[in-house]
């Protein structure tokens, strides 16, 4: 089940809004002109920021998500009607025959099990044609970035056109290595209603990725630094086997 601040139909419209410019992305966009990439498969797209930008540049794309209401919004959106958009996980994509799979932000992460997380990787393996490549990021366990979390609300208020104002709150719930789990509250202030959006992330340490990675077919062929957070992120790029 998708988290409410993506499936929840008034919770999925402020994503982008609270999210901002997403910079983070401009790093995917250059992996896929270096790996020459004419086809190329989203996997947890949301509101299709990433698959819309890849689709401007001439790719062909598909964007695959479980949250429908944010699919929804990707669609809506200038340039969203030339992106094919999949409702459900990676398995929806089988036979995509892409030449890239990206999963970006806290994707990877949101697979919390280890049957889960293996099962996803073995649906973009099947999802990718002979020589494509898997490329995700993931946050490095040892910068604790659940303490900054903890440390930080993120209180926010933002004028949301066509909504109004809403108030974002963030608190941590639970640290129970691997897995820490948050909420974010958000309260429209036009009607006073609060929403809150539980999540869960799981931190995998760079051996534990990689070996998950070889034992579902793939070759390790970088780990990288995330170009706008550097010492936080692992960028992994992998070779489908």
Not at 6 to 29: I, K, S, T
Not at 64 to 69: F, G, L, S
Not at 229 to 234: A, S, T, V, W, Y
């Amino acid at each position: 089940m998708p988290d409410p601040a993506f499936a929840h139909p008034r919770l999925a419209p402020l994503y982008d809004f609270f999210e901002g410019p997403r910079r983070d992305l401009d790093a995917y966009l250059d992996i896929a002109d270096e790996l020459g990439a004419g086809r190329v498969l989203d996997i947890g797209c949301g509101t299709g920021s990433l698959a819309i930008r890849l689709a401007a540049r001439g790719r062909i794309v598909v964007g695959v998500d479980p949250a429908e209401a944010s699919l929804e919004i990707a669609k809506a959106k200038p340039g969203g009607s030339v992106v094919t958009w999949l409702p459900g996980d990676a398995a929806a994509a089988s036979g995509v025959d892409a030449d890239l799979a990206v999963m970006t932000g806290n994707v990877a992460q949101a697979f919390t099990t280890d049957e889960d997380w293996i099962r996803t990787l073995e649906e973009v393996h099947a999802a990718l044609r002979a020589g494509g490549h898997l490329v995700f990021e993931t946050r490095r366990p040892e910068r604790r970035a659940w303490e900054e979390w903890a440390a930080d609300p993120a209180h926010l208020i933002l004028d949301v056109p066509g909504i109004g104002q809403v108030e974002q709150r963030r608190q941590v719930l639970e640290v129970k290595l691997p897995l820490v789990s948050f909420r974010y509250t958000y309260r429209f202030l036009a009607d006073g209603t609060a929403i809150s959006s539980d999540s869960t992330l799981r931190f995998r340490d760079r051996d534990e990725v990689e070996s998950s990675l070889r034992a579902t077919g793939y070759r390790v062929l970088d780990v990288r630094d995330a170009p706008d957070r550097p010492g936080r992120e692992f960028v992994f790029v992998a070779l489908r086997g």
